[in-house]
Every structure is written in C-alpha cells, then in structure tokens.
DNA sequence: GTTAGTATTTGCAAAAATGCAATGCTTGTT
DNA sequence: AACAAGCATTGCATTTTTGCAAATACTAAC
C-alpha cells in the first residue's frame, strides 16, 4: 500500500509551514519550537524521499513535491476539523456527509433531479453527487455510496442490486426522414449509429451494438451519453439510449421497441464502514425508495 | 478552527484499531508495541474528549463517535496514500486529481457534457465533479475549482469572470394553449410560474421573478432546477431557464424574449494553493476555453 | 567592512514516547 | 476449581523527541 513509515502529524505541521512560507512564525502559530518545526519538516522529506521546500532567503518555497503534498495535505485539514467538528458538536442525529458516486446518464439525469428533494428531506445531511468516468472506487473510500453497471470484483463491499433499467433504440425526426421513417432490421448496419467509443469503455456492459449486430460501424462516437444524446437528437443518426434519458424528450422517436430492447441493471455499492453510519444508511434507503417510486421511468415496458 | 493538541499520526492508528478490532493484532500490524497503542488510543480520545471505542471481550468495537472519526480518517488516509503515490511514482506531468464544484443546472447540462473530453485532453488529470446544492466552499477545499453565480466574498481566493449566461421565459404547448397562447406582459402574476423555492435559495442572484414582479406567487416551486425544467415542459406552467437548458429541448417555447430577459455571471474559484499546481490550472484554462467556443449556447442573442 | 538583525540549524539537558516484562482481567478447558 | 490462553493495561528502563540556548548563515544598513 504506502509507506506507513510517514508521520501523518508531520504532514500538519508541513502544511503550517507552507502557508507560513517561515519556518519562525509557523513554529509561533503552533506554539512548537522552530527547531523541533525544522526537525519535523526535514523528517518528513525523509521518509518521502524528497525535498519538499527550496529554502531561500524569502523563506521555505514549496518545491514541486511540495506542491503536490500541499494538495493533500489540505484535503487531510479538511478531513480533520470535519471529524472534530462532528464529534465535538453536540451529536445532531443523521447529519454527515454523504458521497454518491454515480455515472453521466445516471447521475445527470435521474438522480440530480431528485438531488435537492433528498436533501430536503435530510437537512442535516450534506450530498456530494461524484461524477466519475469510471468505476467509482469503494474499497478505496472516493465515495460513500456507487451506483455502477456492474458489481465490482471486489469482496470486501457490500453489494445490493439497485434496479434494472430499459435501453432502447432512439432516432429524431430529422434523421427518419432521410431513412424514409422506418428502419429494416435486417439492414441495421446501413444505417447510421451513435455510441460509445470501444476501445474507451470502462465496462463490457455498455457495448450494445455488438449484441445488436456485429457489422455496424458507428457514424458518431462518444465518451459522454449526452453527446450521444445530443447527437441523435440532431439527427445525426440513431442510438441506443437509457429510456429514463430518452423519454423525457418526446422529440425523440423510440424505434423497433418490441425487437430492440437492452436491459442493464444498477448496482448500490457500499463500505461496511460506511454502511452503519445512519446518515449513510438512510441515503441508501431514499436511493432504493426513489427507484421503486420510479420504477415506470427506468422499465416503462414493466 | 479545530483543535490543533489532535494528533494526525494517532488518527492512522486508530484507523488501524478500527479495523483490526482487536488492539494486539493491529499493533502487529503496525509492528508497535500494544502498549504504546492502547496509550495512544486513549491519547486521541481525550484530545477529542470523547470514547472511540468500547472495550469489549470481543475487542475495541466503534462507538458512535469512533464511526463518525473511521469515515474522516479512511479519507485522510486515501488522501494520505495519494499524496505519497503523486510524490514516489515518476513525476508525470499534468497528472492528478481535479475537483469541479457546481451548480445543478450548469454541472448537468453544461459540463458534464464535455466533461469526458476534457478527460481524453488530460488523460492523468482524475476530474471529479461536485454537485453542491450550496456554494462550494474554496477556502475550505472542498473543490479545487469552483464555479458560482457569485463572486465569495473571501479574500483568499483566486476569482475570475467565467462568462455570462442568458435567461429567458419558457413554457410548453400544453400550457399556452390555456392561456390562448399569448403572455400579456402587463398582467404576468395571473400566469401560473414554476420557480425555485424562495427562503431556500442560496443565492439572490437566483430570484428571478422579483426584478420582472412582486406580486407573481409561483404555482410551482423547487429547489431543483432539474424539477422546474421537467414541470414547464409537462404544462405546469411558465418559468425562467437558462438558455443553455432550455434552447436544447424544441419543445420549450421562448416567450416575450425581447421583454423578458435575464442575465447572470459565472465566476471561476480557486484557491492560490491550487491554481499553481500545473494539472489544476490545465483544467481552468480548459473551461475558460470551453465556455469562449459556447459562448451562442450561454448567450443566444449575442 | 563592520555591525545589527533575522532566520535556520545544532548541542545538550529535560521531557515524552516507546518497548519489554509483568500484572490483572476474562473466557474456555480439563 | 484450577489452569491455560488471550488480551489490554501498567511499571520501568531505554530511546526518541522536544525546547532552550548557542551557533551559524545570510542580508541590509551604515
């Protein structure tokens, strides 16, 4: 893992320093000796094996490193007076913070709308909404709760499945007329297509043209589903969609509903650490609540 | 601030306590005597005047207080081991984590969009977008980036004019045709508004509806603007939407545009600390750019 | 060129933290 | 009931860290 070697402590005091850019008047502010304060720094560039301030005449500048550890360091303050801030402060039930790692489809379209009525109904809890690009990383603590495609290999996480939601084939007008509104579908490689990148995609789980027909060469790639969105939307082509997504926008046209139909599961991800927190807990719990109510948007066949 | 007499280097071993639950197998761990562990655990707790651990045969489990600590010390210690993984392994360039704060409205529907190309220009910068439902706090590092419809009144940070944005009137078909398809400028409260919630707005900037008139009582409200945008387009009513939302979706119909018309700022936040970590200021200029090529998105009329 | 001033580092004694051995406590076994 | 085993804690000698004082380095001013 990492160098267990390195004195945490030693990182707060780094940080004084930094800010101080003065070894002198960083020792006065932490009420430490100036000489105990250069011991520590110096200890800490030790065990990093590196310099971490160019001592100059204007005082200690930040090297490179420096900089980089500043990143850190200050993320670590963070952590610290909120934790003491929660512990000290009188024990307000339910209130903390709450991470939800999510992806673009997912998150931007179904749980940010439903972000601020959450935290209505939690007012003392604070929701982070993460967007990550890949898969969100429980085990190493980037989110509290991850809703991801796929259940990771992962064994040290608690897994529940989320929901199944509906994917179907979607086309805008402008693009239908050129292809005479209907689409053949033993022919679905002449047409033109919009969808991920292949060779991009963090997870198999969203390479549905290959299940669709091997031969299609998508016209349009993307990265990001509301480019694809906003592609098709445009006429650029026709494309696989979330329908919780595509419904939305009665501009677009669902095509070959009953034959085209992909569905993809969600999964609720959690630490056993975070997972007995109730402010944690009681988030999962809306999370699950909020995707029964909507249970229509995310299978509208069902 | 926080109680500085908190010793950091305790909270790594505590975290180690924690999940060992058992003081001799984590001082083997450690390779620290356990004495020197139980002395120290006892240290952190009466420097955080609280029990983190209830000392049962079964051995130390959590208290309530020590699962509030496991969650900010799992995140200190991620940050921790980033910090000495970005500083150890060979110095790329351009690489490491990037936190956006935003707003809902702008993070959905502006940046996200673009938010996996900027990911494949900086393929070592890690971007995670934030959605805070309140103004992101720079000086307390919860995002390295911050972009608000107002400028903080803190002096430590780094403040710059991102861009300007438009907002107009929408409504849908369903509803003009009630109202026989025609706003009567000189009788705007006798429509029915979908607006944000007054007394939880965050921000004056985002009370619209008092610079057109006082006397409008909206018919629908949420803090959501996500919920305004689905309420208008299913007939609810009439609202104000930022152009970049709104000129999306055709089936939204801008309403007395040359009457009514709404301009706000976006500021782009940081913190001096990160501006000048190169990765962090590779981000910034993107969105400056990002916004300069859009610009007819966030401004239609310009 | 000398001197005063400020800032960091080093020498050393005092203070604090650590490891080891021993103690006390509980549980499970004979 | 006695005993062994496992665990957290305490007493004490040892090691490490700390603060103070002194030394060193460097600049700026006269």
């Known amino acids: 893992m990492y160098d ?23 020792a006065k502010r932490l009420s430490i000796d100036a000489s105990t304060l250069s011991r520590r720094v110096h200890k800490l560039e030790e065990s990093l094996s590196t310099k971490l301030f160019e001592r100059t005449v204007e005082g200690h500048k930040l090297t490179q490193n420096g900089d980089k550890l500043l990143q850190f360091a200050r993320q670590m303050e963070l952590n610290a007076s909120q934790a003491f801030k929660n512990i000290t ?39 982070e909404l993460l967007h990550f690009s890949r ?21 040290s996480t608690i897994i529940s499945k989320l929901c199944d939601y509906q994917l179907q084939l979607y086309g805008h007008k402008t693009y239908l007329d050129k292809v005479m509104g209907r689409i053949d579908l033993s022919q679905l490689s002449s047409y033109r297509w ?30 990001s589903i509301t480019s694809q969105y906003t592609a098709i939307k445009s006429g650029l082509g026709i494309g696989i969609l979330p329908c919780f997504l595509a419904e939305q926008d009665k501009s677009l046209i669902k095509l070959c509903s009953n034959e085209i139909k992909v569905i993809r599961s969600l999964y609720l991800i959690t630490h056993p650490e975070s997972k007995r ?10 999370l699950k609540q909020l995707v029964a109510d909507k249970r229509t948007v995310l299978m509208p066949d069902n």
Chains 1, 2 share one sequence.
């Open 135 to 155: 898969n969100v990383k429980i085990s190493r603590n980037e989110a509290d709760i991850a809703i991801a495609v796929e259940k990771p290999k992962n064994t």
């Open 4 to 26: 267990t070697k390195m004195n945490w402590d030693d990182i707060k005091i780094f940080l004084e320093v930094a800010r101080s850019e003065r070894l002198s008047t960083a």
């Open 194 to 223: 919009v969808s991920y990148v292949d060779n991009l995609l963090f997870t198999e789980q969203l390479s549905y043209l290959k299940e669709l027909d091997s031969n299609i060469k998508p016209h349009f790639q993307s990265t």
């Open 89 to 127: 402060d009188e024990n307000i039930q339910n209130s903390g913070q709450v991470r939800i790692g999510v992806t673009e489809a997912f998150g931007s379209f179904f749980i940010s709308p439903h972000l601020i009525a959450l935290q209505e109904s939690f007012p003392n809890i604070d929701i």
């Open 277 to 286: 927190l109730s402010h944690v807990n009681s988030v999962w719990q809306y």
